[in-house]
Each structure stands twice: as structure tokens, then as C-alpha cells.
């Protein structure tokens, strides 16, 4: 393996890290769209393009891809390499835009990329992974090619399918759609917070993941009017310029957790549960605690960290409105949101936590993402979100309460289409966390925990593998990706005339569940 | 503190080849020389370890397949010389219950006696058949103990094995009726079981499963031969799997052994009482096919005085020569009801056996109603099997992991490398589920989400008429 220095790093080195990153102004952050292309030489794609020996550089191919795969520039004599990610494959056959039809020496051969197919899982399928990349590069759905709603799981959101109107009525201007939402509805004098899209981002501690990823998210979720959260691990100094759109976290461990970072936020959350490890507390492994996460976390470096479950101080619905009157007496003007995971009595405990005072109640379901869990626990512990959403919504409202308590959750959302099936099962908002991560070019192969962390620099606190990629590539890409998925959110809402994401909210008649086997549409 | 239990594992490497899931294709001829090689750079050193094979034939072929398909190399290569595709060998393995990925973190957990533990969320299918249609619950709050995860060591995995009389009996004159109880504490829900099909090989695999059953503090079935032949500090944890015909030719060893398995057969009452006046202090259980009318032959045997019953479903967990079979987690769930029903659930030990692949099997048939599971191809597993046998219910020859002849020392220590990462991956469902010992999870139905029942709850209404 080869060497690296992180274990010779001064707190010198951090600083000055430090500074060179807050040298990005705040107000650079926008929500414009502009290209983030992968940031690997070769991008992947569904199709391999090749172009043999027998090309005469004629450029019929460029003049006749619309995806941009061949492209000859003006001046160039020879056409460039294809970019093949950017292939449609059979779907061009047949068309008047064939390239290997059309090329009038037969030099082009399209074929499947066997790379293609080790990506992915039934739950994130190639196709997924490939069209959050495309959303992330350009900020725009793929065009052609890639199945960009669902995965192929086989049940839960890939088996329920949005039921569209037979005879459309007239679509709504896309310009007057509102994906806003309120997210404080108790009426207790507390502010009201406002976000733009019915999304924020999931918890990723520093420790887990590296300082990219964390100031990139949060300056994505600046930029959208929306929120990060700091998951459980401090806060570090480098995210003051986005205190307004962060939340910070209060777990187990309480690692990172001071009065002074609670007083700067405008949301405080209790994690009780994380969905992926379910009853069972988080784990830092040695490695990821190098000495600046040691620092953050006021712990001895290269030891490992454990997150004990549950709070310790907690065994009662009463202990637990305890430690949301404590927060409250702290910030008293901070939400409190509550994330628990999907136990069978989950809506007993979404009602608790609202008669203690929750503003937000976040339920994590167990299919969701993590940076280490057992795998017996992924899978087996607790219910997947999909089940979740329905039971405590229609215990809410029951209960007659529905209408004073904002439900998020969270737990394998991968695309807008999730999102929107949520909504309509009976959540107000959902959280996100793997899709980011895919956007900024994870592969899902599983090692954020192994060794030096992810070997694609996402989830690794590793000096040199943390710096794979720069602040404002990742911003970009979570800027792109969220557009991309507001734009699809916008669409289908036009498609089923509603003006605004709040009228979907419990609307499950506009949903049907397939049978199973049946081919999605 | 007092002493708890506590299995020692301790690395064992397979010495077997292992198939793994990617392996890279290279096209050398357009390599550059370019000074920026992504081989070097490679997190996982794959392509060093690749390359010192190359240079000698002598080094494991292991290294081969240990790349982890992070795909850096593919996008990094400065010409896009590389691929990355699954291996065919890999996705060949197994069966349609046996899936590749259970071989290999069956032979992981073999090799390192850790629970499997990664990145990113759950990646299979949504839910399944049998056992995967059934999730457990947690609880956002109880707890085993106080202590969180360093209580965890006091969550109890024992369960008794044996009759257990509802209350005692006393005759007029004072004296006690009921016979005294002889139970037999193992520390972990599962028992060594015999392999599912026949294995034309000598008997290490019997003695290797002696072995661990005393490491592991359970309890091993085996022929009666192979437990003659086994130390004889051993024979107290074997159980001789025994036909009518067996009983007269052992009589010794019945007098050294705890427990006998009789399979079922029309005159298995009469042979149960023929081993009991060899030795009356002996445990007798029935192994019986789980097939149709199980549930009602079961409680019949219940009824009649036999106490432990050793429930065989085939290698996938299905029911044995029926047209439309049901898994073990529903013929398991009506035995267990029946006996609720009869009145004697409290008094019979049920054992539930085939189709037990993965740890959360233990834990869910246990849901389902059986106090302890059987584990048989797991162990095979555990040696580098790939259950390539399991179609013709015979081993292919000659076997590609060369089970036949491995040393005892070294299949007992991958056994038990196995086991306790079962025990520590149980440990975190009881841990979730706030549950302080296995007995107490035996049948709790409440605390489990059963995939028919939550879909119709959950989306019952959003089904197109």
C-alpha cells in the first residue's frame, strides 16, 4: 500500500487546511445549473462505443447523435474518442439517428459494457446509479437509455406506481408549482421555518464522511433554501456560514454536542434510531478517527467510538419530552425533530413524540444507508420505510393530529419518484442521504468502513483520499442533483394537476401497488 | 463479574480456492508506460497481490478475486484500458437458496468468527420467500439492560433441551410422582447436524463437529459409529442418530450419551422405550420429516411422551414431498400453535431443522416457534462447500473445495469461527428487539413483521380492483 502521512499531520496542517477552505464566499453559492461532469477520466455507461480503424473521419456520426456521444469540433480533422456514457444504444436502432446503421464505413459498434453490469444491486440498480451521476453532471433527468424512477427490488416503492390520469386535464403551468413547505405546524410562538423542496439532507457525521462532503452538502442545501444535518460527530467550525441550514445533531454519544452549537440552529435533532442499525448504536472505527475528527468528537485518536443505544437518560416517553424541554430552554428558537426508526409499534411512538413536544417527526426506515452496520441488521431488523409511512399517518390523523406535526422520513429514497410515492403514502417530507452520496460519485461497493474509508473519497477522513475531490465540484453536483429532482417533482405534479406538493400529501388514491411481477411502466 | 459465555474464534484461513465476484479484464497492448498507473494507486493492493502470482505460480491464488469493485481503476486509466466483470464462476455457485453472496460471507465469517459488518444500506431484494418475508422488530427504548452495548455480554442465548413437566406430582403419601428432570443446557439455540445429503467421505466432518459442539458448549449429531470413534470426553455433547435396527448394536454408548435422535417410523414409540430401559436418564427425541400432516403427527408424538422433537425440512426449508410445500417459517408457526392449542407447548422442545443458511434464520425460526434450529450445510459451508450436491442429494467428485480429509483442528476452528459469529449476530436481534434471553423470543409472533400481513395492511387499499 502506498504511504501517506496522515499519522504525522499537525493540528498546524488542519488549520491551514481550514483556512484555504473558507476562502469559497458564502454568496457564491447559487442555484444555477452548470456542467459537473464525472470526475474520473473515463466516465461509465450502459454502452461501450467503438470506433474501428475504419473510420475516414467523414463526422456523419457527430452531425447525427443528439445525446452528443461523437463530436468532431470545428477544425478538428479526426472525430474525438465516443463518449460512450452518454449512448442510448438499441434504443437509437432503427432511427434516423442510427449511428451504426448510418455510418457508411461500418466502423461503429455499440455494445453492452460488462462494467455496466457489476454496478448496482435490485435496490440500486446500474440504471440508477448511471442516472444520478447524468442528474448530478447536468442537473437535468437522462434522456434516453436509463431507468431513472425506480430500482428493481421488486416490492415496497418498486412495486407502487403514481396513477396517472387516463385523459390528462390541462397541465399546470410548471412556473406556478410550489415544492414548499412549512415545517414547524404546533402553533407554539416558535418561528416558522420554510424550506423550498420537500427534501433535506440526511445525517453524515465528520468522522464518517469527509469535510467535502459535509460543506458540500451544506452549501447545496444553502443554495436550495433546504437543510443538512451534521449527524452525529460536532459541527465543525468550516459550516458557521451555513448555520441557518444546518441541523445539528444530538445522539446517543453525544458526541460534539455543546450548548454553543445547539444555540446556533434553527433545528435540533434527537437521533434515537439510525434505520440501517436499528436498536443497536453507531461505531466509528479506529482508522476514521484521525486526530482531527478526535478533536471534533473530544476523543482520544485511533480509538474506536461507540455510540451506545438508547440514551441513556431516556427509558420513558417522559424522560424523552425531558430532553426536548431541555433543548427548547437552550435555543428558544430552534425546531426540535425526533428520528426513530420503524419499529412495529412506530406509530405509538411518532404520537409519543408529539405529545413531547416534537415539531418534526422523522421516521428512518431499514433499508437506508450508513457508513458501517451489520449486515444482519440492514436487512432483517425493523420495518422498510414504505410500511412506516402509512401506519403513522393514518394513526395521526386518527388521532386528530396530523395537521400539528410535519412527518419526514427517510431510509432508501433513491429518486424523485420515491420521494413522491412518500408524500402520497402520507409524509410531508423526506430525507436524503445515499442519493448525495451517489451524486458525488459513489459506486455503492460497500467499503466506506473498510481500511482507510471509501476509496472514492467520499466517506474517508483519509488526508490524501478526502481530497479525490474539490468543494466546489461536490457543491455543484448536489446543486445539479437537486434540480434535476425538482424539475421531475414539477412534472409529475403538472401531469397530475396539483399545484403544490403539500395537495399530494396522503393522497394514496393517486398511487396503485402492482402485482407481483407486473412490468412497471 | 461472573463468567459468561464466550466462544473463541480465532483467524482461520480457508484452504480451499475461493470464488470471488469481480475480476478485472486488461487490455496490455495499448498500455502506455504513462507514470500514472492506477494499479499502484489501488486502495485494496489487488493488482500488486495479482502481480506477485504472476510472478510466482507458487503464491495463493486467493488475491485474485479480492477486488472490491470500487471502480477507480476503470474511470481512472489514463487510456481506459480497463474492465471490470463479474466472475462467471461466482454467480455459477450455489443454488437458488444458496446464493453466491450467502457462500461468501458463510466463508468470511468462517475465516475471521466476526459478524459481517459494511458500508451503504441494504442492497438485496425488497422481501422474498420464506424467512425473507419476515422482519423483526426493535425497540426505540427498552433495552436487554442499562448498560448498551457493554450489556450485551448478559443477554442469554442458553436454551434446554429435554422434558419439562408444568408442575409436580405428588402421591398421597408425599412422595414425589414426577420423574426428576434431566435437561440439558446448551449455551447457544443450535445444534450440530449431520449434512443434508450424503457425502461419500471419511468421518473428520463427524469428529469435527464433536469437537466444536464442546468449544460451543452444544451439542453434535452423528452417526453412532463416528461417535464410538470420537474422544471419549466427546461422547456427552453427541447425540447418535439412530434407525430402530441401531439400538440393540450400541447399547454402550447409549449408557455414555444424553440424548438420542430416533427417526420416525411407525414403531418409534417402542423404540423409544426400548432405549430407555437401556439407559432412563436419556433424553429421546424424534426426528421427524416436516411433510403433510406434520403438525397433527407432531402433536401426537407430544402426546404420547415424546418431549423433543427434531422437525426435518429439506435443505431449502421446504415441506418434504408435497406438491405446493410451505417453508418452515409457516409449518413451523402451525406445529407451534397446534401445541399452544394441546395445552403442552411449555413441556416440548422443538428443534427445527433445514434451510437454516444464514444467522437470521436462527433468530426467525426461533420467532416462528422452535426453541433451538439444527444447522447442517452451513458447516459444510463453513469448509469451502458450495453446495453443488445439493440437487442430486449426492456430492459431485471430485469436490471442488476437497472437504474430504481436512484436518479436524482446522474444520472444527472454522466451525466454531462460524457459530460465534452466528451467536454475536443473534446477540444483535435480541439487543434490538430489547429481549434479555432467547427463550423469550421462542413464538413472539408480535415481535415480528410478517411481509403478507404489514402489505395488506400498508397498501391493501391501493390494489387496483
Redesign the interface.
Given at each position: 500500500?502506498?504511504s501517506f502521512a496522515s499519522e504525522t499531520r499537525s493540528v498546524a496542517d488542519d488549520a491551514a487546511q481550514d483556512r484555504r477552505e473558507n476562502e469559497f464566499p458564502d454568496g457564491a453559492v447559487t442555484r444555477e445549473v452548470r456542467p459537473a461532469p464525472?470526475r474520473?477520466?473515463?466516465?461509465?455507461g450502459k454502452y461501450k462505443v467503438n470506433r474501428s480503424a475504419a473510420c475516414i473521419a467523414c463526422g456523419q456520426c457527430a452531425r447525427l447523435c443528439p445525446y452528443g456521444v461523437h463530436t468532431k469540433p470545428g477544425g478538428y480533422t479526426f472525430t474525438l474518442r465516443p463518449q460512450d456514457h452518454l449512448c442510448a444504444g438499441p434504443a437509437c436502432s432503427g432511427t434516423d439517428h442510427d449511428c451504426v446503421a448510418k455510418c457508411p464505413q461500418k466502423a461503429l459498434t455499440v455494445l453492452r459494457?460488462?462494467?455496466f453490469?457489476?454496478?448496482g444491486?435490485?435496490?440500486?440498480t446500474a440504471d440508477l446509479i448511471l442516472s444520478t451521476w447524468h442528474e448530478a453532471a447536468t442537473g437535468h433527468a437522462p434522456a434516453a437509455g436509463l431507468e431513472f424512477r425506480h430500482g428493481d427490488?421488486?416490492?415496497?416503492f418498486?412495486?407502487?406506481h403514481i396513477n396517472f390520469p387516463e385523459k390528462p386535464g390541462p397541465r399546470i403551468d410548471p412556473g406556478e408549482i410550489d415544492t414548499g413547505l412549512d415545517l414547524n405546524h404546533r402553533g407554539d410562538g416558535r418561528p416558522q421555518v420554510h424550506i423550498d423542496l420537500p427534501i433535506y439532507g440526511g445525517g453524515m457525521s465528520f468522522g464518517s464522511v469527509s469535510i467535502h462532503t459535509i460543506l458540500g452538502k451544506a452549501r447545496a442545501a444553502t443554495a436550495w433554501n433546504t437543510f443538512t444535518c451534521t449527524g452525529e460527530g460536532g459541527f465543525p467550525d468550516r459550516l458557521k456560514p451555513y448555520d441557518d441550514h444546518v441541523i445539528t445533531q444530538v445522539a446517543?454519544g453525544l458526541f460534539g454536542v455543546r450548548e454553543e452549537t445547539i444555540q446556533r440552529v434553527r433545528i435540533v435533532e434527537f437521533k434515537?434510531?439510525q434505520g440501517?442499525k436499528?436498536?443497536?448504536?453507531g461505531h466509528l472505527l479506529g482508522d476514521k478517527n484521525t486526530p482531527a475528527v478526535a478533536r471534533m468528537r473530544e476523543a482520544v485518536a485511533g480509538n474506536a467510538l461507540?455510540s451506545?443505544?438508547?440514551?441513556?437518560s431516556?427509558?420513558?416517553v417522559e424522560d424523552?419530552k425531558k430532553h426536548l424541554d431541555w433543548i427548547k430552554e437552550m435555543n428558544p428558537r430552534a425546531l426540535v425533530s425526533v428520528k426513530?426508526?420503524?419499529?412495529?409499534d412506530v406509530d405509538m411512538?411518532a404520537v409519543g413524540s408529539y405529545y413531547a413536544g416534537a415539531h418534526i417527526i422523522h421516521l428512518d426506515g431499514?433499508?437506508?444507508?450508513?457508513?458501517?452496520?451489520?449486515?444482519?441488521?440492514?436487512?432483517?431488523?425493523?420495518?422498510?420505510i414504505?410500511?412506516a409511512?402509512?401506519?403513522v399517518h393514518k394513526f395521526l390523523v386518527a388521532e386528530g393530529i396530523r395537521d400539528a406535526v410535519t412527518l419526514i422520513v427517510s431510509?432508501?429514497l433513491r429518486t424523485p419518484y420515491d420521494v413522491l410515492k412518500a408524500i402520497a403514502l402520507g409524509a410531508d417530507g423526506v430525507v436524503i442521504g445515499?442519493p448525495e452520496i451517489v451524486a458525488l460519485g459513489?459506486?455503492?461497493?460497500?467499503?466506506?468502513?473498510?481500511?482507510?474509508g471509501?476509496?472514492?473519497g467520499i466517506?474517508s477522513t483519509d488526508p490524501e483520499?478526502s481530497m479525490l475531490m474539490t468543494l466546489d465540484w461536490a457543491t455543484q453536483r448536489l446543486v445539479n442533483l437537486l434540480n434535476a429532482w425538482r424539475e421531475q417533482i414539477v412534472d409529475v405534479l403538472s401531469q397530475l394537476g396539483l399545484r403544490s406538493i403539500r395537495e399530494l400529501r396522503g393522497r394514496?388514491d393517486l398511487?396503485?401497488?402492482a402485482?407481483e411481477g407486473e412490468v412497471s411502466k | 463479574m461472573p463468567e459468561r459465555y464466550h466462544i473463541k474464534t480465532a483467524a482461520t484461513p480457508g484452504r480451499f480456492r475461493r470464488v470471488g465476484k469481480?475480476g478485472s479484464?486488461d487490455w496490455r497492448e495499448d498500455c502506455s508506460r504513462c507514470t500514472n498507473c492506477v494499479k499502484?494507486?489501488c486502495?485494496?493492493?489487488t493488482y500488486k497481490k495479482e502481480s506477485a502470482h504472476n510472478r510466482d505460480p507458487l503464491t495463493g491464488l486467493q488475491p485474485l478475486y479480492e477486488c472490491?469493485?470500487?471502480?477507480?481503476c476503470?474511470?481512472?486509466?489514463?487510456k481506459?484500458l480497463l474492465?471490470?466483470?463479474?466472475n462467471p464462476e461466482f454467480l455459477a455457485m450455489g443454488d437458488d437458496y444458496w446464493r453466491p453472496d450467502m457462500l461468501a460471507?458463510t466463508w468470511n465469517q468462517s475465516e475471521t468468527g466476526r459478524?459481517?459488518?459494511?458500508?451503504?444500506?441494504?442492497?438485496?431484494?425488497?422481501?422474498g420467500p420464506g424467512f425473507d418475508g419476515?422482519?423483526?422488530?426493535?425497540?426505540?427504548?427498552?433495552?436487554p439492560t442499562?448498560d448498551?452495548?457493554?450489556g450485551r455480554e448478559y443477554i442469554s442465548t442458553t436454551v434446554d433441551i429435554g422434558p419439562k413437566p408444568l408442575r409436580l406430582e405428588f402421591a398421597p403419601d408425599g412422595t414425589m410422582k414426577t420423574a426428576p428432570s434431566s435437561l440439558i443446557e446448551i449455551q447457544m439455540p443450535a445444534i450440530l447436524d449431520v449434512p443434508p445429503w450424503s457425502m461419500r467421505m471419511g468421518r473428520e466432518l463427524a469428529l469435527a463437529r464433536l469437537a466444536s459442539a464442546k468449544a460451543l458448549k452444544t451439542l453434535a449429531v452423528a452417526k453412532p459409529a463416528d461417535i464410538e470413534a470420537a474422544p471419549a470426553d466427546q461422547w456427552p455433547l453427541a447425540v447418535p442418530l439412530m434407525e430402530t435396527a441401531d439400538v440393540a448394536g450400541h447399547a454402550e454408548l447409549l449408557k455414555k450419551v444424553r440424548m438420542v435422535e430416533l427417526v420416525d417410523g411407525p414403531d418409534v414409540l417402542e423404540t423409544a422405550g426400548k432405549v430407555r430401559a437401556i439407559n432412563p436418564a436419556l433424553i429421546v427425541a424424534v426426528r421427524m420429516d416436516v411433510k403433510a400432516g406434520a403438525a397433527a403427527r407432531a402433536s401426537d408424538l407430544g402426546r404420547q411422551g415424546i418431549k423433543v422433537l427434531h422437525l426435518a425440512a429439506d435443505l431449502h426449508g421446504m415441506e418434504k414431498g408435497v406438491e405446493q410445500p410451505r417453508h418452515l417459517k409457516d409449518t413451523l408457526r402451525e406445529i407451534h400453535g397446534r401445541f399452544v392449542k394441546d395445552g403442552f407447548r411449555d413441556e416440548i422442545t422443538l428443534i427445527a431443522g433445514g434451510g437454516i443458511a444464514?444467522?437470521?434464520h436462527m433468530?426467525?425460526a426461533i420467532l416462528c416457534g422452535a426453541d433451538l434450529v439444527a444447522v447442517g450445510t452451513p458447516l459444510l459451508v463453513a469448509l469451502g462447500c458450495r453446495v453443488c450436491g445439493s440437487h442430486e442429494g449426492t456430492c459431485d467428485e471430485p469436490c471442488p473445495a476437497e472437504i474430504k480429509g481436512t484436518e479436524v483442528a482446522y474444520s472444527s476452528q472454522r466451525m466454531i469461527n462460524l457459530m460465534g459469529a452466528w451467536h454475536s449476530?443473534m446477540i444483535?436481534?435480541l439487543?434490538?428487539?430489547?429481549i434479555r434471553e432467547v427463550r423469550r423470543l421462542r413464538g413472539e409472533v408480535?415481535?415480528?413483521?410478517f411481509m403478507e400481513d404489514?402489505?395488506r395492511?400498508?397498501?391493501g387499499?391501493?390494489?387496483?380492483k
Open positions: 500500500m502506498t464525472d474520473y477520466r473515463n466516465a461509465i459494457n460488462p462494467t453490469d457489476c454496478m444491486d435490485p435496490r440500486w427490488s421488486g416490492g415496497g418498486d412495486r407502487i446517543t434515537y434510531a440501517a436499528p436498536g443497536l448504536g461507540f451506545p443505544f438508547p440514551f441513556h431516556v427509558y420513558s424523552h426513530v426508526s420503524t419499529p412495529t411512538v431499514s433499508y437506508g444507508g450508513t457508513g458501517a452496520a451489520p449486515d444482519i441488521a440492514k436487512k432483517n431488523i425493523a420495518m422498510p414504505e410500511f409511512i402509512p401506519k431510509g432508501g445515499t459513489c459506486v455503492r461497493c460497500a467499503c466506506c468502513e473498510s481500511g482507510r471509501c476509496p472514492r466517506a483520499l394514496s398511487l396503485y401497488y402485482a | 469481480f479484464v499502484v494507486r486502495l485494496y493492493d472490491k469493485g470500487c471502480l477507480s476503470v474511470q481512472g486509466c489514463t481506459g474492465s471490470i466483470v463479474i460471507t459478524i459481517p459488518v459494511s458500508g451503504a444500506g441494504y442492497r438485496g431484494r425488497f422481501s419476515i422482519w423483526t422488530d426493535m425497540s426505540e427504548i427498552v433495552r442499562r448498551g452495548i457493554h444464514l444467522a437470521e433468530a426467525k449476530q444483535e436481534v439487543g434490538a428487539m430489547g408480535g415481535r415480528a413483521i404489514i402489505e395492511e400498508a397498501f387499499d391501493l390494489i387496483r
